[in-house]
């Protein structure tokens, strides 16, 4: 690859295979001499180390800015209550009362107080961590127990992308804000589904998601034969590319559960992430060879 490209791994719900897949895209790419960054987005519940395992070495805190009214200034004019649109900062009569968890820091309260009575107090919502897994640079975000910040997290997170790599985001479950905020930007999303019910309509979620985000996609499937053909009838309908069938093998499982990496476990898999980075990399040409078509 010539210049940095950013590659999401995503699904419309959990247990589909994400991290599974996105970590031994990473160790197949890393291994064909790519420079490789993963990132583990899903900072509410990340796992990436437990099969890259990777040694860290640093680590840093996440802060937001609350507000902390200092009550011997305030004159309860009731104008931060007002402003906020969240209903974080609250003036009951004499009494200003502060929700932490409900404040987006905005700092309106901050700028609108006439007596300068409010101040920023730092909240922690989470750690970042970076490190080294071989040849790939690792870095993952840990949200704090109890907080809610997880888009915030991850937009701190995606501040590190490097320019000069491919960079693999591991990316929430669903469909909901987190999501959005870690495939904003990127290059390129891989959806990962399975051949059931419940996935084709996951993965239809997913689908109607990065289109609206005007991103371009493709869909790999995991535990491939455990279900039915609707999933695939309904991407050859929606011109939709199928990059990769990995099986139902329950070898695969059991890597799995002991925090291998699939390579390193089964090295007859190695062809299919292979050719799964393969069309990564020239994912580029292909866009812009489709979009040719459509305009002749």
């Known amino acids: 690859m010539k210049r940095g490209r950013t590659i999401a791994i995503a699904s419309g719900k959990g247990g589909t295979g994400k991290t599974t897949i996105a970590t031994n895209l990473a160790h197949t790419a890393s291994a064909l001499g790519q420079k490789v960054q993963y990132i583990d987005c899903d ?82 919502i989470g750690d970042i961590e970076l490190g080294k897994a071989g040849e790939i640079d690792f870095v993952d975000g840990r949200l704090q127990i109890g907080n809610v910040r997880t888009p915030t997290l991850i937009k701190e997170v995606k501040k590190l992308i490097k320019k000069d790599c491919l960079t693999i985001l591991d990316v929430p479950p669903g469909t909901s804000c987190p999501v959005v905020e870690a495939v904003k930007g990127v290059d390129f999303v891989l959806l990962v589904t399975e051949p059931t019910p419940f996935g084709l309509n996951d993965l239809k979620l997913a689908i109607e998601l990065v289109r609206v985000m005007n991103l371009p996609f493709a869909v790999a499937i995991n535990r491939y034969g455990i279900g039915n053909e609707d999933l695939e009838k309904y991407c050859e309908a929606e011109n939709i590319d199928i990059v990769m069938k990995l099986p139902d093998d329950r070898r695969i499982a059991e890597a799995y559960s002991t925090g291998q990496i699939i390579l390193d476990a089964l090295s007859e898999y190695r062809q299919r992430f292979s050719e799964l980075y393969e069309y990564i990399k020239n994912v580029k040409a292909r866009i812009d060879d489709k979009r040719r078509l459509r305009i002749r």
Request: charge should be positive.
């Open 43 to 124: 900072v509410e519940e990340p796992n990436g180390h437990i099969f890259l395992k990777p040694r860290i070495t640093a680590s840093r805190e996440i802060t937001v800015d609350v507000p902390q009214v200092d009550m011997e200034k305030c004159t309860a004019c009731g104008k931060c209550g007002q402003i906020c649109q969240y209903g974080a900062i609250v003036c009951i009569k004499e009494h200003v009362l502060t929700f932490e968890q409900l404040c987006h820091s905005c700092s309106g309260c901050f700028r609108i107080c006439p007596a300068n009575a409010i101040n920023a107090k730092p909240l922690k």
